[in-house]
């Protein structure tokens, strides 16, 4: 393998686990868990109804870890599960009023925070990064597919 790929790659991840680091740390600093603040992050602002399927498959968690996570928040007050018509044990989540307030006190800071990070690039560099971090992540989904459907058929 060509040697500044390599290079790049490890860049590429030691620069994807720090800014990873960031966020817990930050979570840890206001008594939150990793999945805790990400899943109080997504209910901030939903497009639309969101089930505890959804936010583990949008943040690569196991269903236990989302279960677990938002029983935690519905036993804080900051989480209520609704039945949804049509699913017998499909429920969406949302936040409740003590979990608005306690997300714009804990998460807003963030959100600013990230907000004013990305505002020191151009907005050409952020477009940028943004499509290349897609294309690239869209790549290595491939490449693993090809690998696990390889294995699969030996």
Not at 29 to 53: F, K
Not at 59 to 77: D, E, R, S
Not at 103 to 128: D, F, G, Q
Request: aromatic share 8%; net charge neutral.
């Amino acid at each position: 393998m060509d040697q500044s790929v390599k290079t790049q790659n490890f860049r590429l991840l030691q620069t994807a686990k720090r800014l990873n680091e960031q966020y817990h740390i930050y979570a840890v600093s206001r008594g939150l868990s990793d999945p805790a603040a990400n899943i109080l992050y997504t209910l901030m602002e939903p497009d639309g109804v969101i089930t505890q399927n959804d936010l583990a498959i949008m943040w690569c968690y196991p269903k236990q870890t989302v279960n677990f996570t938002i029983q935690g928040l519905v036993k804080k007050g900051y989480v209520q599960l609704e039945q949804l018509p049509g699913g017998r044990n499909r429920k969406s989540v949302s936040l409740t009023a003590k979990g608005q307030a306690y997300c714009r006190e804990v998460l807003t800071p963030l959100i600013e925070a990230e907000e004013r990070s990305l505002l020191r690039l151009s907005e050409e560099e952020r477009a940028l990064m943004v499509e290349l971090g897609e294309k690239q992540c869209a790549y290595f989904e491939d490449e693993i597919q090809k690998m696990t459907k390889e294995k699969e058929q030996a």
